[in-house]
């Protein structure tokens, strides 16, 4: 996390297409949202993973997607690493004190649902006692950080909306899953700060 962090170079190679400049206009609405996720590495069969879930089927924009544990930033807490320790504590039960922070990505702005999210990224010295809440999590993907290397789980698809709105859209396939969109574009800033850090 030393090194200049990769930002919008390594989201744009995961963002669908046609992208929407409104992810990268320094001027935000001014009603928008803030939020946080977290990205937790943890020791399991000798590799490092990471928890993702899945969202519940839903009246809304994320319904049924992949990401990770988070959400928005209440006005009790102090700054964007409390709210992804609080959302990842009631979502999947991480427990706040397990987590050793190791550092904050780059924010990225969700224009569909509004928020401004924070990434932020710890690791805890063991596996985690993962429970969905059932409300918010229909499954949680214990994820590892290796499969993210391996070519063939990036794809590419033609996602159709209604009033015949397409969008070419570079997704990763985790456990049989389609990770896109702001989850995919973090992650894979996230794969690229793993490579700076090689150099």
Not at 29 to 34: A, G, L
Not at 61 to 73: D, L, R, T
Not at 101 to 114: A, Q
Not at 167 to 188: C, K, R
Request: aromatic content about 10%.
């Amino acid at each position: 996390m030393k090194h200049p962090l990769p930002g919008k170079k390594a989201q744009l190679s995961m963002s669908p297409n046609p992208v929407d400049l409104r992810r990268f206009d320094p001027k935000l609405p001014d009603n928008h949202r803030k939020g946080s996720v977290l990205i937790l590495l943890y020791p399991n069969e000798d590799k490092a993973f990471f928890p993702l879930i899945k969202r519940p089927v839903y009246q809304g924009v994320h319904s049924g997607q992949i990401a990770f544990p988070g959400g928005k930033m209440e006005d009790e807490d102090a700054d964007e690493v409390e709210t992804a320790l609080r959302e990842a504590w009631e979502e999947v039960n991480i427990r706040p004190e397990q987590v050793k922070l190791i550092g904050r990505m780059s924010e990225l702005f969700i224009p569909t649902s509004n928020f401004l999210v924070s990434p932020i990224i710890g690791y805890a010295e063991e596996v985690p006692d993962f429970v969905p809440e059932k409300k918010e999590v229909d499954r949680i993907i214990q994820t590892a950080v290796s499969v993210l290397y391996e070519p063939e789980i990036r794809k590419q698809k033609i996602l159709e909306f209604s009033n015949n709105f397409q969008l070419d859209t570079p997704y990763f396939e985790v456990d049989q899953e389609m990770v896109w969109g702001a989850t995919a574009m973090i992650l894979n800033e996230f794969l690229q700060i793993l490579e700076n850090g090689k150099k």
